[in-house]
C-alpha cells in the first residue's frame, strides 16, 4: 500500500521560503508522478505542480516564478519549495500520487498545515 | 486554464436520497474528469476516474458519468457516511484544476 507524509515547519515567516518534504514508502518515486497541492482554510484546491519519474516538472503558472519542486531518489522523497511567501500561502499543503500525467491522484498525504505569519 | 465550475455550492439531502452534482469544464476534457470526496480535517479521495470508472474500494452507488463540457456524480441513496464535500478535477492539461467544491449536509 502506497503511503505519503508531508513533513516541514508549520510556520513560516513572510518572505521566506516554505520548505516541504513527502516520504513516500510503498512505492518508488522513480515512477508515476508526483504533485503537490494545497487549500487555504476553508476553500477549495489548487494543484501546485508536479515531477515525474524522468525527472520533468511542471508548475501552476500563477506560482512558477517562486517554485520547485525536486525528488530525492535515495530517500524516496520528494520536496517543495515556495519563496517569498505571503499570508495569502497559508494552507494544508498535501503531497499526491498520480500514476501519469493525465490520471488522477490515487493517493494523498495527510497533509500538512502551513501558516505563514511573524 | 481550463475552469471547472461545479453546481449547486451546496445541498441539504436526507439519508436515502438520491443526489446529483454537475461539473461543467470551460472547454471540452474528453473524459479527463475526476471526482473527490473531501470529509473534514481529511485530505480528499479519490471516487471516480476518467469520468465514470469507479475507483477500487469505492461503494457502487457512487456513480459518474459525462463527456466533453458536463460532467455528473450521482449518489444512488445517500449514507450518512456521505456528508462531505465533493470536488471535480480535470486532468485534461496543466494546470490541472478543481471545481470549488459541493458541500453536501444532512437536512
Known amino acids: 500500500q502506497v503511503q505519503l507524509q508531508e513533513s516541514g515547519p508549520g510556520l513560516v515567516k513572510p518572505s521566506e521560503t516554505l520548505s516541504l518534504t513527502c516520504t513516500v514508502s510503498?512505492?518508488?518515486?522513480?515512477?508515476?508522478?508526483w504533485s503537490w497541492i494545497r487549500q487555504p482554510p476553508g476553500k477549495g484546491l489548487e494543484w501546485i505542480g508536479y515531477?515525474?519519474?524522468?525527472?520533468?516538472?511542471d508548475y501552476n503558472p500563477y506560482l512558477r516564478s517562486r517554485v520547485t519542486i525536486s525528488v530525492d531518489t535515495s530517500k524516496n522523497q520528494f520536496s517543495l519549495r515556495l519563496n517569498s511567501v505571503t499570508a495569502a500561502d497559508s494552507a494544508e499543503y498535501y503531497c499526491?500520487?498520480?500514476?501519469?500525467?493525465?490520471?488522477?491522484?490515487?493517493?494523498w498525504g495527510q497533509g500538512i498545515l502551513v501558516i505563514v505569519s511573524t | 486554464d481550463i475552469q471547472m465550475t461545479q453546481s449547486p455550492s451546496s445541498l441539504s439531502a436526507s439519508v436515502g436520497d438520491r443526489v446529483t452534482i454537475t461539473c461543467r469544464p470551460s472547454e471540452s476534457i474528453s473524459d479527463y474528469l475526476n471526482w473527490y470526496q473531501q470529509k473534514p480535517g481529511r485530505a480528499p479521495s479519490l471516487l471516480i476516474y476518467?469520468?465514470?470508472s469507479l475507483q477500487s474500494g469505492v461503494p457502487s452507488r457512487f456513480s459518474g458519468s459525462g463527456s466533453g463540457t458536463d460532467f455528473t456524480l450521482t449518489i444512488s441513496s445517500l449514507q450518512p457516511e456521505d456528508f462531505a464535500t465533493y470536488y471535480c478535477?480535470?486532468?485534461?492539461?496543466?494546470?490541472?484544476?478543481f471545481g470549488q467544491g459541493t458541500k453536501l449536509e444532512i437536512k
Open positions: 478535477q480535470q486532468a485534461d492539461s496543466t494546470p490541472y484544476t
Open positions: 510503498g512505492g518508488s518515486v522513480s515512477s508515476y508522478y
Open positions: 515531477i515525474s519519474y524522468s525527472g520533468s516538472t
Open positions: 476518467a469520468a465514470s
Open positions: 499526491a500520487r498520480a500514476v501519469g500525467s493525465i490520471s488522477p491522484f490515487d493517493y
